[in-house]
């Protein structure tokens, strides 16, 4: 009798632990945090706000602005492989001045911070940018 309540007490045991995962609730995985994000977000919490992406860009315009000129011409657009910059000649007179680079950068968040809370989160990047302009 003792050995059959100790074989009745484990095999409750087995079926009680082995069924708590079915009432957790599904927790959807959020996407990976991109390189990419991770260099943007300097303060390291866990959004890049609208400083963050204009210091951003003002790094990526130098970068692409060899000739120090103070803006981007045909030539040096070449380099940028992420595109980003494409949309900003706005006058298009074939050269990106720091003005029109901030002015597509700001555009650029204001369209992508979904909930309009003034920094775009991982999720946001993840549905929005990275389909559209590759850092």
């Not at 079915?22 to 991109?34: D, G, K, N």
């Not at 989160?121 to 929005?128: G, M």
Request: glycine share 2%; aromatic share 10%; with cysteine.
């Amino acid at each position: 009798m003792l050995k059959l309540c100790k074989v009745l007490i484990l095999l409750l045991c087995v079926i009680l632990f082995s069924s708590i995962n079915i009432f957790a609730e599904a927790v959807p995985a959020l996407p990976a945090v991109a390189p990419e994000f991770q260099s943007i977000d300097v303060n390291n919490d866990a959004a890049i706000n609208l400083d963050e992406i204009q210091t951003y860009q003002a790094k990526k315009f130098a970068e692409l602005d060899k000739d120090k000129s103070g803006d981007i011409d045909t030539e040096e657009l070449k380099a940028d492989d992420s595109k980003m910059f494409q949309k900003a000649d706005k006058d298009t007179d074939g050269k990106i001045t720091k003005d029109e680079a901030e002015s597509q950068f700001t555009e650029y968040f204001n369209q992508f911070d979904n909930n309009k809370d003034a920094k775009i989160d991982n999720q946001e990047y993840s549905d929005n940018w990275k389909g559209v302009i590759y850092f």
